[in-house]
């Protein structure tokens, strides 16, 4: 019994949505340096896991949420429910690994240069796969929209 072929609907979404070009990167590890001029630590960064065609899609507006934790201070910061879409062939981001999108396709929206997101889970496996979709959750920065 063969099995479903789903090579040509993954052309399709890399040709109309995977667009633009995403990189992936581990979680830096080592010693910040201190920046005298800036005043501030620069941290190193870590090694790229991927950087090809790609696309990152906000999941549901209304599920932004921030979730108290009994016996904890309120905290501001929000999940942000983004998904991480590449190719079946690119490599399976980790937890934790860290998404940039470093070329936004003539048109797109510039406003995703500059944004990194993290990794939440594994990219997904599936029995029945197009394209690989990963769960991820923007990187708030203080004092920033």
Request: proline share 7%.
């Amino acid at each position: 019994m063969a099995g479903i072929d789903l090579s040509s609907i993954a052309k399709l979404v890399e040709g109309l949505v995977m667009l633009d070009i995403v990189r992936i990167t581990e979680p830096a590890t080592g010693t910040p340096d201190f920046d005298q001029e800036s005043g501030e630590y620069t941290y190193p960064e870590g090694a790229v896991v991927y950087e090809g065609i790609g696309a990152v899609l906000a999941q549901n507006l209304n599920d932004m949420t921030s979730v108290p934790i009994t016996g904890q201070p309120w905290v501001d910061e929000t999940r942000s429910r983004y998904r991480l879409l590449t190719p079946l062939d690119a490599p399976i981001p980790g937890r934790d690994h860290l998404v940039s999108v470093v070329q936004v396709h003539t048109g797109g929206d510039l406003s995703l240069i500059g944004r990194h997101w993290r990794c939440l889970d594994p990219g997904r496996a599936s029995t029945l796969n197009a394209v690989r979709t990963t769960p991820i959750d923007q990187v708030q920065v203080h004092g920033e929209e």
